[in-house]
């Protein structure tokens, strides 16, 4: 089973929700931090690392020589990643996305293959727990490439539990298509109900069933409540607004292990989740 968390906006308690929920499931689970720009999940789960890999996407890289420059690379990109101006074809790596198309179109077959750095992928694990993140090179545009190679790793044998980028835009989709549920987490506030509504409708949208976690729950109204109720998303999870667990959080402390009565629920929360998913099969 694959578990996503996912979140409207960022500080919504994301993160915090994706550890302790790998946490409380232990060796059978695996956590994967999609949220390449800014991954911070090990910062909670403290890995031990045991190996990194550089991560590079295809580019196209010109033999002018053979270029008879008809043009049709140039039309076919969508992104401007290759133009030709006056007699020069002048290539922008980061703006390729890698399709391969204009070296498919090439009649003269004047495009090859060239590498670009886009980040690292690193491999630890954490008492049983396997861990995985990726983490996108300084001034790289694109995270979904990456994300897409820290899903390869994902262990079929495992419950992969993702942390995904916040928002709605492409490196989250990347990160929670083709799993098998979506926990979204919000707050009870009109920018987390906004951002709330936005996430759901991505979700189904992708048609993936999904559950709500509140964090931060007894502050601002009931209205986020209400829209789950409209919507029929179950409200799985209701984390109060509690001065000791933010203190924890500075620290880097996993909720589930600052506070045993969480660890109860998170484990609890995996058996109403795989309940779900099995009551939709």
């Known amino acids: 089973m694959i578990i996503s968390v996912a979140s409207g906006k960022g500080g919504?308690?994301?993160?915090?929700?994706?550890t302790s929920l790998a946490l409380a499931m232990g060796s059978s689970a695996q956590l994967l931090d999609c949220d390449v720009e800014a991954p911070n999940a090990h910062l909670f789960v403290k890995p031990v690392f045991?190996?990194?890999?550089?991560?590079?996407?295809?580019?196209?890289?010109?033999?002018e020589d053979k270029c008879t420059q008809c043009g049709q690379c140039e039309q076919i990109c969508?992104?401007?990643?290759i133009v030709i101006i006056a007699d020069t074809v002048m290539t922008f790596p980061e703006l390729c996305h890698g399709c391969g198309g204009c070296q498919a179109v090439c009649p003269a077959g004047a495009i090859g293959e060239g590498k670009r750095t886009i980040g690292i992928i690193q491999n630890g694990r954490c008492n049983g727990l396997g861990f995985v993140h990726g983490r996108l090179r300084i001034g790289e545009a694109m995270a979904p490439p990456l994300i897409r190679h820290v899903r390869s790793r994902i262990n079929p044998e495992k419950t992969a539990v993702i942390d995904a980028p916040p928002g709605t835009s492409c490196p989250v989709i990347a990160a929670i298509q083709n799993t098998d549920f979506v926990v979204l987490v919000t707050e009870p506030t009109p920018f987390g109900l906004n951002d709330l509504q936005l996430a759901v409708q991505t979700v189904?949208?992708?048609?993936?069933?999904?559950?709500?976690?509140i964090?931060?729950?007894?502050?601002?109204?009931?209205?986020?409540?209400?829209?789950?109720?409209?919507?029929?998303?179950?409200?799985?999870?209701?984390?109060?607004?509690?001065?000791?667990?933010a203190e924890a959080y500075s620290r880097g402390e996993p909720l589930v292990e600052a506070f045993p009565k969480w660890h109860q629920h998170f484990a609890g929360l995996c058996k109403e989740i795989t309940r779900l998913v099995s009551g939709r099969a």
């Open 78 to 81: 969508q992104f401007n990643a």
């Open 215 to 245: 964090n931060r729950s007894d502050i601002g109204d009931n209205r986020v409540a209400q829209y789950a109720d409209a919507q029929n998303i179950p409200i799985l999870m209701q984390i109060p607004y509690e001065r000791n667990i």
């Open 12 to 18: 919504t308690g994301k993160t915090t929700v994706a």
């Open 204 to 213: 189904k949208t992708l048609k993936i069933p999904s559950g709500l976690i």
């Open 50 to 63: 045991e190996a990194e890999e550089t991560v590079f996407m295809n580019v196209p890289v010109v033999d």
